[in-house]
């Protein structure tokens, strides 16, 4: 039976994958900030640990708690909605420590384990709005195009060692707390003189037809976990397939 730890598991992308992965057998080592097995439904196959990905000791002693993993998903992330001139240097940093700098680190850490054994596999969730910008997100998509960048040389960097790198592109997810849990970030990320624009941007979001439900990550992360010929970028959902295929 193989073992899945996932990070950010406490709501969205991360609930729903930890629970497919329950459903169909295998162990899930669900992490999260705040562990609330509730969440969850029973199994014998579950641990949830806490983990901050900020703090290179939480993430050490979850390591250890969690023992031989064979699949690393990279899930915990924050979002910021604003224009880089409403958001503070201080908020900014705060987006990469968790986005950019959790998931190398988090990274970093498994993979002595991974190479010893010559296997494993490490899933990245980004964000479609690397494929296709977006104003308001200039922050957070930087720091998640970090991510695709840094993904898809580690791929090359771990191939000699039978260690899988993949990337999955979740797209747009109203259905999800993200956008809720954002929120306090968000004030006063857009002055006055944005205001215009955002309501443009707001009215645009609204009127989509195509979005993305936990659901279909759930289900693209179980592919990238499973299909050694998985393409190294997966999205997921609707609205992140569709600009998939324009970028192509």
Request: glycine share 6%; hydrophobic share 45%; proline share 5%.
């Amino acid at each position: 039976m193989k073992t899945i730890l996932i990070t950010g598991c406490s709501s969205g992308f991360g609930l729903s994958t930890a629970q497919y992965f329950l459903d169909r057998n295998w162990k899930v080592i669900a992490t999260m900030r705040t562990p609330n097995p509730a969440l969850f439904q029973g199994s014998d196959h579950l641990r949830v640990l806490s983990l901050d990905v900020t703090d290179l000791d939480s993430i050490q002693q979850a390591l250890d708690a969690a023992g031989p993993i064979d699949v690393l998903v990279n899930n915990a992330g924050i979002g910021l909605l604003g224009a880089l001139e409403g958001c503070s240097m201080e908020k900014i940093r705060s987006i990469f420590e968790t986005n950019t700098f959790g998931t190398l680190a988090m990274t970093q850490a498994v993979l002595p384990q991974f190479r010893q054994r010559n296997a494993g596999v490490v899933i990245n969730v980004t964000s479609s709005v690397t494929i296709k910008s977006l104003p308001l997100l200039s922050v957070y998509t930087a720091s998640k195009a970090a991510v695709n960048a840094f993904t898809e040389s580690l791929a090359l960097e771990l191939e000699p060692f039978n260690i899988r790198v993949n990337l999955v592109l979740p797209g747009r997810a109203p259905g999800t707390d993200f956008g809720k849990n954002a929120q306090p970030r968000m004030q006063g990320s857009i002055p006055d003189a944005y205001a215009d624009l955002a309501q443009r941007v707001f009215s645009e979001w609204s009127q989509s037809t195509l979005a993305t439900e936990a659901q279909d990550v759930a289900e693209v992360i179980w592919r990238a976990a499973n299909d050694p010929a998985s393409p190294t970028r997966l999205a997921a959902g609707a609205d992140a397939v569709a600009l998939m295929g324009e970028a192509h």
